[in-house]
């Protein structure tokens, strides 16, 4: 079965770094793509970044720059390093994996088959 798991949110303040991981099983690296999204109370979803199985990575425009996705395969670990933390990053944040078929990711949720449960992230002003 695969599996997502989320972990490394917390409180920090506006310019301030973070890390969150990613633990992933039961798909390879090598077939998958992942992503990272993110929901803030009372907003909707949206993707954040995400590494697809070739290393091509994608960013929303808001987080390039500050956000850098990578993976470890050997520990199957997906990381969203959070650099130059503001207000609005504050949200739940989750990783997601597709099948991408060798193809690049997108950060379109609906392509996402597999959710992991979130971490809180809040930034404090």
């Known amino acids: 079965d695969v599996q997502l798991q989320a972990s490394g949110g917390g409180l920090v303040q506006a310019g301030g770094s973070l890390r969150l991981s990613c633990a992933a099983s039961?798909?390879?690296?090598?077939?998958?793509?992942i992503g990272w999204f993110r929901q803030a109370p009372g907003k909707e979803r949206e993707g954040v970044s995400c590494?697809?199985?070739?290393?091509?990575?994608r960013y929303k425009d808001s987080v390039t720059g500050r956000f850098t996705v990578s993976s470890d395969n050997d520990k199957r670990m997906v990381y969203l390093q959070m650099n130059n933390l503001k207000p609005e990053d504050t949200a739940s944040y989750y990783c997601?994996?597709?099948?991408?078929?060798?193809?690049?990711?997108?950060?379109?949720?609906?392509?996402?088959?597999?959710w992991g449960q979130g971490t809180l992230v809040t930034v404090s002003s």
């Open positions: 997601a994996a597709y099948w991408d078929g060798r193809t690049k990711c997108t950060t379109v949720g609906k392509f996402y088959d597999y």
């Open positions: 039961g798909f390879s690296f090598d077939d998958y793509s």
């Open positions: 590494l697809s199985s070739d290393g091509t990575t």
